[in-house]
């Protein structure tokens, strides 16, 4: 399997060669040159593995240039009850990602799908361990290392020290805005104590993070000798690692390959339903993919009306569902590449627009810039929006009406799911994050706190470990040299 860039740069990669990397030397996005197919045999037999085989299956269609049985080493280590510790007592530690009923009635089936289950208490978690594994193989056998750099609010983050810690070869520099974060969430990176995780509390706000980790990327010389690279949601194994769970849903949805199942799926950088929309590709019978945004709608938009406009910071929102928080969606440009089908020239014309412009209109209107939207419908895109009084309903719905409290990011794709819902097709909604995290919100909705799974209780009163920093690039640069000992 060879992957090229969405904007047409010529040499083709193999996995591990895009493994470590970001964007393609062109500025584009990998995908693979088609995508393989599941037939119906393997969907049957699929039907009865376990989490680790079923993401070898996917996986090895993909990872064509690792030996499948260092792969299957790699999610073996990964997919484990150890790793995805089942919070939710009445279920089996082993499925990975349970699925919960909340309706069957009517013909109409609301279905949850439990994503948050890993060691940060977000889906993030899903594709990010299997990365740390993956990386930690792909280092040691080119006799290499990499120096993780980045900037997070939150989930991403706490995912990648989570997924990196302790791993050989590799260090992470994760620089979070000073005391900008929650309590929950500085505690569950802070805490960490391995020597390989440097915790950098930037005094400013979390653009002064970004703009550092932009001016460190930018001096190509000091990115190359420190052996800089990234783990952000366009990383094409992160993807990967999330087809899997589609699978997943499907097989423990469904009895029969004739039946068909819709995912709605709280979105923000279109990392997570961009691994559904490339499932659907592959042949999973996958009827609608509901895209729920919060107040921060670029994709709604498009969705509804086939423009794409990209918001400027004063109109991205700070709301309480903050992962989803974006201004425009990184991983968009990889479903464009296939709504245009393949046509690179009129996607570089496309993405040029959005540098210079704002944005792009396929709407087919006078003016526009195509006419694609019309084949939407096609490829199963739908969408909705959830706004803060949505989620607060919602929480206080399903609290009384299923007897579960979740989190506000899945709190939008209950709400949107329920816009969305068809007669006799299983709705999945992705629950994305668990209610420990977002507590405040849940305070305001159920008037208490949201339970806190076994190892949380006291994560606040751990020791914590972190550097604070002003934001200088030079002092941020002394600093990692100093570290790397490059
Ligand atoms: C990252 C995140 C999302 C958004 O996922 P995308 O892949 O960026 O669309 C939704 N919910 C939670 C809890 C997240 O951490």
């Known amino acids: 399997m060879q992957y090229v860039s969405t904007r047409g740069h010529a040499t083709e990669q193999n996995f591990s060669e895009i493994l470590l990397g970001g964007l393609a030397p062109d500025g ?95 889906f993030k978690d899903m594709a990010m361990q299997l990365l740390g594994n993956l990386f930690e193989y792909t280092l040691a056998k080119n006799n290499a290392e990499l120096n993780i750099f980045g900037a997070t609010s939150g989930d991403t983050g706490s995912a990648a020290e989570y997924a990196m810690r302790g791993k050989k070869g590799i260090r992470v520099f994760m620089l979070s805005p000073h005391k900008k974060m929650s309590a929950f969430q500085t505690a569950q990176m802070f805490s960490l104590q391995d020597p390989n995780i440097f915790n950098i509390a930037v005094e400013g706000v979390f653009d ?67 691994a559904g929309h490339i499932a659907r590709m592959m042949g999973l019978p996958i009827d609608k993919l ?33 992962s989803m928080d974006i201004s425009k969606a990184s991983n968009f440009e990889r479903f464009i590449f296939d709504l245009l089908d393949g046509d690179t020239a009129r996607l570089v014309a496309l993405f040029k627009k959005v540098e210079t412009e704002g944005g792009f209109d396929l709407s087919g209107k006078p003016g526009s810039d195509g006419d694609e939207f019309k084949n939407i419908a096609r490829f199963g895109f739908e969408s909705g ?80 470990r972190f550097e604070v920093m002003t934001a200088d690039v030079t002092k941020m640069k002394a600093f990692i040299a100093q570290h790397t000992g490059l």
């Open 28 to 122: 584009g996005l990998y995908l693979p040159q088609q995508y393989p197919q599941v037939t119906q045999d393997e969907l049957s037999a699929w039907r009865s593995l376990s989490y680790a085989e079923l993401a070898l299956a996917v996986l090895k269609k993909f990872a064509t240039d690792i030996p499948q049985a260092d792969l299957k080493a790699i999610v073996d280590k990964t997919y484990t009850a150890d790793v995805y510790r089942n919070v939710r007592a009445e279920e089996k530690a082993t499925e990975i990602t349970p699925l919960r009923v909340l309706e069957d009635a009517n013909g109409r089936k609301l279905i949850l799908q439990a994503l948050s289950n890993g060691p940060t208490l977000a």
């Open 208 to 274: 002064d993070c970004q703009d550092m980790v932009k001016a460190v990327s930018n001096d190509l010389e000091f990115k190359n000798h420190q052996k800089i690279g990234t783990v952000n949601s366009i990383n094409w194994a992160r993807v990967v690692a999330q087809v899997v769970y589609y699978f997943r849903g499907y097989l423990s949805a469904t009895t029969s390959n004739e039946q068909k199942v819709s995912f709605t799926v709280p979105s923000g950088n279109f990392g997570n339903i961009c």
């Open 290 to 322: 509901v895209v729920a945004t919060n107040e921060n709608d670029v994709l709604d938009e498009f969705f509804r009306t086939g423009v794409y406009r990209v918001r400027k910071s004063a109109e991205t929102w700070h709301t309480t569902s903050p």
């Open 385 to 464: 929006k959830s706004v803060h009084a949505d989620r607060l309903n919602t929480i206080r719905q399903v609290e009384k009406n299923y007897g579960i409290t979740v989190d506000t990011h899945t709190a939008d794709g209950i709400k949107v799911a329920l816009e969305h819902i068809a007669q006799g097709v299983p709705m999945i909604v992705l629950e994305t994050a668990l209610p420990a995290k977002f507590n405040e919100t849940i305070q305001e909705a159920l008037g208490r706190d949201a339970e806190r799974p076994a190892g949380f209780e006291n994560i606040e009163a751990l020791q914590q």
